[in-house]
C-alpha cells in the first residue's frame, strides 16, 4: 500500500516544476549570480567554461566560467558522454551551475560546445598485476 502511495506522489510531481520552485525559493544574490551567468552564455541557463583539471580516477574535477566566476566542482555523473566519462583539461564545456547545501557551486549537465558530447581524456591505464608474486 505505502509503494502504491509513493509511486502515485513521484508520478504526480513534475521535475521541472520543482526546479522552477527551488529556484524561485533561492536568496536573491543567488539568483542574480545565475541570471547574470546565464545572459552571458547567451543560452538561458547554460553556462560557458573551461575545464581547469579533471581527475579521472577519483572522478571528480574543476571547471572555471567564461564570466570570470569562481571555479565551479563537477563529478562525473554530471557529464553528458557516451561510455567513460570524464574531461580533458582545458576543455571547452558549457553547464547549468547549481548551489549545494553546503553553498559551494557545482556543474551540472555538463555538455561540449553546443551541447554535444564530451571529449575527455584518454581512459587511465588500468593497474598491472604485475608484482613481486611470482609463483
Given at each position: 500500500m505505502f509503494a502504491r502511495t509513493l509511486l502515485r506522489v513521484r508520478s504526480a510531481v513534475k521535475p521541472q516544476t520543482f526546479k522552477v520552485a527551488a529556484f524561485k525559493m533561492a536568496p536573491a544574490p543567488y539568483r542574480l549570480f545565475c541570471e547574470s551567468a546565464a545572459e552571458?552564455?547567451?543560452?538561458?541557463?547554460?553556462?560557458?567554461?573551461?575545464?581547469?583539471?579533471?581527475?579521472?580516477?577519483?572522478?571528480?574535477?574543476?571547471?572555471?566560467?567564461?564570466?570570470?566566476?569562481?571555479?565551479?566542482?563537477?563529478?562525473?555523473?554530471?557529464?553528458?558522454?557516451?561510455?567513460?566519462?570524464n574531461l580533458a583539461d582545458g576543455e571547452p564545456v558549457e553547464f547549468v551551475m547549481e548551489k549545494q547545501e553546503d553553498g559551494k557551486l557545482r556543474a551540472v549537465s555538463v555538455t561540449g560546445p553546443d551541447g554535444a558530447y564530451v571529449q575527455g581524456a584518454p581512459r587511465p591505464s588500468p593497474i598491472s598485476r604485475n608484482d613481486d608474486w611470482n609463483f
Open positions: 552571458a552564455s547567451g543560452e538561458p541557463g547554460r553556462v560557458k567554461g573551461i575545464c581547469k583539471w579533471f581527475d579521472s580516477k577519483k572522478g571528480f574535477g574543476f571547471i572555471t566560467p567564461d564570466d570570470g566566476t569562481p571555479d565551479v566542482f563537477v563529478h562525473q555523473t554530471q557529464i553528458h558522454a557516451p561510455g567513460f566519462r
